[in-house]
């Protein structure tokens, strides 16, 4: 099973960036949407916004704080379904996540490298795509 995404257009301070982005199902307790996500190679963990950590109910466990390059954050630990793909080609599991303060500047959906324990992950600039390949 292998999944390729196309690199995702923004627009930031008037610039075009292009973002290995991935539009992925995040669920729990049978509450379920579909949202963009950054594929971070440079990221530990799965990061959610507090906003959607609310809205999908995860619960909010032992708070820590987790460090990044715009300095340390307070988070707090919880877990949290996602599925990539559709059809008889999709990854679903339940994995561990932090939800950061909504303080931290940081809104978007990050998954760094949990996930990357169950694929061999490719970003090719050029192409502007990244390919997840499952491990079996």
């Known amino acids: 099973m292998s999944f390729t995404f ?51 109910e995860l619960d909010f466990k032992e708070e820590n704080i987790a460090s990044s390059w715009n300095g340390d954050f307070k988070v707090w630990n919880s877990h949290i379904g996602v599925i990539l793909g559709k059809g008889s080609q999709t990854f679903r599991k339940v994995l561990p996540c932090l939800i950061p303060d909504s303080e931290n500047p940081n809104q978007e959906v990050i998954l760094g490298r949990v996930l990357f324990n169950f694929f061999e992950v490719t970003f090719n600039e050029q192409k502007r795509t990244t390919k997840l390949k499952k491990i079996q």
Do not use: C, H
């Open 6 to 56: 196309n690199y995702r257009k923004e627009k930031i301070e008037e610039k075009t960036r292009y973002f290995p982005k991935a539009v992925i199902t995040l669920f729990n307790k049978g509450i379920k949407f579909d949202y963009p996500a950054l594929l971070d190679s440079g990221a530990t963990d799965i990061f959610i916004p507090k906003q959607i950590a609310e809205a999908l």
